[in-house]
Every structure is written in structure tokens, then in C-alpha cells.
């Protein structure tokens, strides 16, 4: 109960701090909105929330930020530009690794020396990869390739172990067995693949420690969200800065989020992780084909 407790001090805090920020931006009444953004309506502001949660709920479960699920919805079923879902939600990934970095510290499910050679290169990787989303911004048939082909991992893992109905090898430890440069160049590669796409990392991260280097199933989860905090963090705050974020959204979406994965960390023993891999791997794969599909011109519903 007490380790419960103290992993909730810093959801709290940030809901706290979004709750501040939000009446802080909402209260100058001189915020712009980015280019192409659709004005926050009362239905808008409600469904923020929702796929705020309910992607905190699936990340809780199965280990990911909730990247995944919110850029697509804002992009296709929202119709905010890809750019502007793209920083929106990395923005939103910062509140919600933070929260459950926190909980795995407190837990002690993370491996501090992988983190700070996942995390610190990575952020090299977040700056470059961010400096080449400046230049494809502006290309948004492109962007939108390069979204689709990096869905294309996570959809084909999530399908692959569901339709196997296993999951990722069990392991136990508390160590991640990685040389210095083999943890630091793949830090750098997600974080290259964080800045440019926006997705915070956990697609890649939790699959890539545990089948690259024979990491503990929880020690990985633990780092993966750990490592996602100054990936999300930089890449995030570069995206707000160079006027990608919708600062409203991003907040909504956060506050939905950190609730939901709270949730999803609780419930996870009363679901079939494979059914639920197998079920979001067709969507994310539906996802991927309609990026893909509309660089060639192709629409589909």
C-alpha cells in the first residue's frame, strides 16, 4: 500500500501542473492556435480525454508511451495536420513517462546504467532527428510515409505474438547485459526515430532490450519508460518551441493518459496481453497501409 502510494504522488503532481498550465493558457486569452488546427470544442475537448485514457490504459499494459494510438486518431479522425499530431503527442508522452518512470523507480524495475546510455545518446538522436522533422514538415506526404513504415514494426510484433499467443521471452534479473556502445547506438536510433516521428520510443525499446539484449521483462519496462522521459522531454519541448504542439490538446491528452496508464498497470492481470497485442497489431497495421496509401495517392476509408 505505502509503495502504491508513493508511485501516485507524481501523477498527482503532474495533473496538479496540468490543471496550472491549463488555466494559466486558457485564462491570458491571447493563445493562437498552430496553422490547420480545428478549434477546441466542448465534443473536441472530451474526446482528447478519452484517447488520452485509453491510451494510457493499452501503454499500462503492454509497455508503450501511447504514441501509437493518439497520433493517428488526431491526424485521420481529428484532422489535425500530421505535423502538429505528430509534436501534440510527443508533448503529451513527456507527463505520462514521467509518471510511470517514477513508478518503476520506486519499484526498482529499471536498470539505472542502461537509462543513462539509452537516454543520454539518445537525446543526440532526438536533436538530429528533430532538426530533419524541420525539413519534412513541410512535406506532409512524406512525413506521412516515414510514419507508416515505422508503424509497420510494432503492427507486425503485436500480430506475430498474438496470433502465437506468446509474449515476450521471461527473463529474470534486474540487470540490462548490454555493452556501453551497443545500448548507446540503439538509444541514438530510437531517439532519431522519436525526433523525426514523434512516436516516444516504447514501440522499439521494449522489444529491442528484450530480443536485442536479453533484458528482464519488468527491468525493461521500468527503463524503456525511464529512457522515454528526456527523449520525450527534448523532442518535445524543441516541437512546442518551433510551433508543432497544440498546447490545449497536448494537456488534454496528457491528463488522459497518465490516468489511463495508472489504470492499465492495475488491470493488467485481468487481460490476455496477446489479445489485446493481436487486436491493436490489425489496427496499427490498418494505420501503417493508410499512411503508406496516401503518399501513392490512395485513399482508404
Not at 163 to 175: A, E, F, V
Amino acid at each position: 500500500m505505502k509503495n502504491w502510494l508513493k508511485t501516485q504522488i507524481p501523477t498527482a503532481v503532474i495533473l496538479v501542473i496540468i490543471g496550472v498550465v491549463a488555466l494559466i493558457y486558457f485564462g491570458s486569452g491571447n493563445h493562437t492556435l498552430p496553422e490547420g488546427v480545428p478549434p477546441l470544442t466542448v465534443g473536441r475537448l472530451l474526446l482528447l480525454i478519452l484517447v488520452g485514457f485509453l491510451a494510457g490504459v493499452l501503454g499500462g499494459i503492454i509497455g508503450t508511451g501511447g504514441c501509437s494510438v493518439m497520433l493517428p486518431v488526431m491526424h485521420f479522425w481529428m484532422g489535425y495536420p500530421a505535423s502538429i499530431a505528430v509534436g501534440t503527442t510527443l508533448f503529451a508522452v513527456i507527463f505520462t513517462a514521467i509518471s510511470g518512470g517514477y513508478g518503476h523507480l520506486v519499484r526498482k524495475n529499471l536498470d539505472k546504467r542502461a537509462v543513462a546510455l539509452l537516454g543520454g545518446i539518445g537525446i543526440v538522436g532526438v536533436l538530429i532527428g528533430s532538426w530533419m522533422f524541420t525539413k519534412l514538415s513541410n512535406h506532409t506526404a512524406l512525413l506521412g510515409l516515414i510514419l507508416g513504415l515505422l508503424f509497420l514494426w510494432p503492427a507486425l510484433r503485436m500480430i506475430w505474438e498474438g496470433i502465437r499467443h506468446s509474449g515476450l521471452p521471461q527473463k529474470t534479473g534486474d540487470k540490462i547485459n548490454g555493452s556501453a556502445t551497443g545500448l548507446g547506438g540503439f538509444g541514438f536510433l530510437v531517439g532519431l526515430a522519436t525526433g523525426v516521428a514523434g512516436l516516444g520510443g516504447g514501440y522499439a525499446l521494449v522489444p529491442g532490450l528484450i530480443y536485442l539484449f536479453g533484458a528482464p521483462v519488468y527491468i525493461t519496462m521500468g527503463t524503456s519508460l525511464a529512457t522515454m522521459i528526456p527523449l520525450a522531454l527534448v523532442g518535445g519541448v524543441l516541437k512546442l518551441t518551433g510551433g508543432y504542439v497544440d498546447l490545449a490538446a497536448g494537456l488534454l491528452l496528457a491528463a488522459g493518459t497518465v490516468v489511463g496508464a495508472q489504470i492499465g498497470a492495475a488491470v493488467i492481470k485481468k487481460f490476455k496481453p496477446t489479445t489485446l497485442k493481436l487486436i491493436f497489431g490489425i489496427y496499427f497495421l490498418y494505420v501503417s497501409v493508410k499512411f503508406i496509401t496516401t503518399f501513392f495517392g490512395l485513399k482508404i476509408w
